[in-house]
C-alpha cells in the first residue's frame, strides 16, 4: 500500500512539474516574439545585419553588363527649409546605372526616354524632403533613398541598381 501510495504522488509530481513547464515555454515563447522585432531594429539601425541585396547587386555587376543612362544634367532641386534657414536649392547631375542582364532592361531600355519625367519627378520628391544639411552629411543614404523610390515607384524593378550624383551644388 505504501508503494501504490508513493507511486501516485510521484505521478502527480510529474503531471505539476509538466504543468509548470509549459507555462514556463508559454511565457519564455511570449518573450521571445516581442524581443526579436526590437533586436531586429536594433540589429538594423547599427548595421549588424549581413549586406542588403543592392549592396550584393553592385558586387555583382560588371561595368560591362552596366548600361549608365544620364538623366539630367544641372538639376535644380528646391530643399526644405530648416528653422531660421533661408530657402535652398540643390544643382546636380544625376545618371542611373541599369543592369543589362536583367530581365526587365530589354523592356525598358528602348524606350527609356519616355520616363525621364517620371524619374525626375521621383527624385525631386524624395531630395525635396531633406534639408541641405542632411543632403551634405549623408549623400549615400540619400542615393538610396532615391533608388528604392525609383525601383518602387516608376518602375516596379529593380534593374536600376545604382544612382549617381555628380557635382551637387547648394544655394
Do not use: W
Not at 509549459?22 to 539601425?45: D, G, R, Y
Not at 536583367?102 to 520628391?125: C, G, Q, R, V
Not at 536600376?160 to 551644388?169: D, H, L, Q, R
Amino acid at each position: 500500500m505504501k508503494k501504490n501510495l508513493l507511486a501516485i504522488i510521484i505521478v502527480a509530481l510529474q503531471i505539476v512539474s509538466i504543468a509548470m513547464m509549459a507555462v514556463l515555454m508559454i511565457q519564455v515563447i511570449k518573450m521571445n516574439n516581442t524581443t526579436i522585432p526590437v533586436v531586429t531594429s536594433v540589429a538594423t539601425h547599427l548595421n549588424l545585419i549581413t549586406k542588403d541585396d543592392t549592396e550584393v547587386a553592385d558586387a555583382t555587376i560588371s561595368l560591362e553588363d552596366t548600361d549608365v543612362r544620364e538623366i539630367a544634367k544641372q538639376m535644380k532641386i528646391s530643399l526644405k527649409v530648416g528653422e531660421g534657414e533661408k530657402p535652398v536649392h540643390m544643382v546636380c547631375d544625376v545618371s542611373l546605372l541599369l543592369n543589362k542582364n536583367h530581365d526587365d532592361y530589354t523592356k525598358y531600355s528602348e524606350n527609356f526616354d519616355t520616363y525621364e519625367t517620371l524619374i525626375k519627378d521621383a527624385i525631386s520628391s524624395v531630395v525635396s524632403k531633406h534639408t541641405e544639411a542632411e543632403c551634405k552629411n549623408d549623400m549615400d543614404a540619400l542615393k538610396e533613398e532615391i533608388l528604392k523610390a525609383i525601383q518602387d515607384e516608376v518602375f516596379s524593378s529593380d534593374f536600376i541598381y545604382k544612382v549617381a550624383i555628380s557635382e551637387a551644388v547648394f544655394g
